[in-house]
């Protein structure tokens, strides 16, 4: 483990996004998945998060996302754990979907809100709990409007923490009032309720107000400076801020196109593997790929 080790419920403070290698021909590359992976948790990464947004969900069809899951399992085994996406907007396919999340060897389950149909509140309340009760993994919503248009209300996570699986939720709302109006109506949770940022360029200044670690994109190849932020935080915050604004370039870099196109392009001419986008998603401009890449040597400067 990084020094960010996985708590006891199994989801460590540095989780990374884990993009999906695809082939030229735009097969999943199960080869460079798992070179990835153990690229992850060899550079500051607790736990790897597949079938999110940035490992390009909505294009992973039939068994992909649990023959990803597999090999996942089998590259971090020892050294991982591992978290899989299994949320939706329909609540009997999330039900389904975390229900054979355990058995598929995930270790936590990340659940999004339900995008495009705009549930109530109270919907959201019985979506989330219906998931959580189909399994005895440790559960992560997922508070992110700028992609589903509906936000988690804190009163909606004051009633999702009395669910003991649902440990606390993945905030990419940028609203660190509200995230420190959830840390204060959430504590003495039964299951403990956590947050985790969600937006990397709000890393730090999340954990100012309680936060336990990042859902990141950065990771990549940012992962041990992420990691050192983390183990700093509490003793040094002076050197917490010197990383953290050392990585905002990149943070925000590899935001300036449609992700997860301008990590894949860096990492392809980084030598690690990634291979295209699918569709709807298009290829990194060459002057977005020379921004990250940019960012990302500067740095590597610091090493």
Not at 105 to 112: E, S, T
Not at 182 to 211: F, H, Q
Request: aromatic share 4%; hydrophobic share 45%; proline share 6%.
């Amino acid at each position: 483990m990084s020094s960010g080790e996985a708590a006891a419920h199994g989801i460590g403070a540095v989780v990374t996004a884990m993009i999906t290698p695809f082939t030229a021909a735009g097969d999943v590359d199960f080869d460079g998945v798992q070179r990835l992976a153990r690229h992850l948790v060899d550079t500051g990464t607790d736990t790897v998060l597949v079938n999110g947004t940035t490992g390009e969900s909505p294009t992973l069809h039939g068994e992909a996302p649990w023959e990803v899951l597999a090999a996942v399992r089998e590259a971090v085994a020892g050294d991982g754990t591992v978290m899989v996406g299994t949320g939706s907007n329909d609540t009997a396919k999330t039900v389904e979907a975390t229900a054979r999340a355990a058995a598929a060897g995930a270790d936590a389950v990340l659940l999004v809100t339900p995008y495009y149909n705009k549930p109530q509140q109270r919907g959201l309340v019985a979506h989330f709990g219906a998931a959580a009760a189909a399994t005895d993994l440790p559960v992560l919503v997922y508070d992110v409007p700028g992609r589903t248009v509906t936000e988690l209300s804190v009163a909606t996570q004051v009633e999702l923490a009395g669910i003991a699986n649902v440990v606390g939720a993945k905030d990419a709302t940028g609203d660190l009032g509200k995230a420190a109006d959830v840390r204060l109506a959430t504590l003495g949770a039964p299951g403990g309720y956590d947050l985790w940022c969600g937006s990397d360029e709000m890393n730090l200044p999340l954990l100012a107000v309680g936060g336990r670690g990042f859902v990141s994109v950065s990771a990549h190849l940012a992962g041990p400076e992420l990691a050192e932020m983390i183990r700093v935080f509490p003793t040094d915050p002076a050197r917490a801020l010197e990383l953290h604004l050392r990585c905002l370039p990149l943070h925000r870099a590899l935001f300036a196109e449609a992700s997860p196109a301008p990590l894949k392009a860096a990492l392809n001419h980084l030598g690690l593997p990634a291979g295209p986008v699918r569709g709807p998603l298009a290829e990194a401009s060459p002057e977005t790929v020379k921004t990250v890449l940019g960012a990302y040597e500067a740095i590597e400067a610091h090493r």
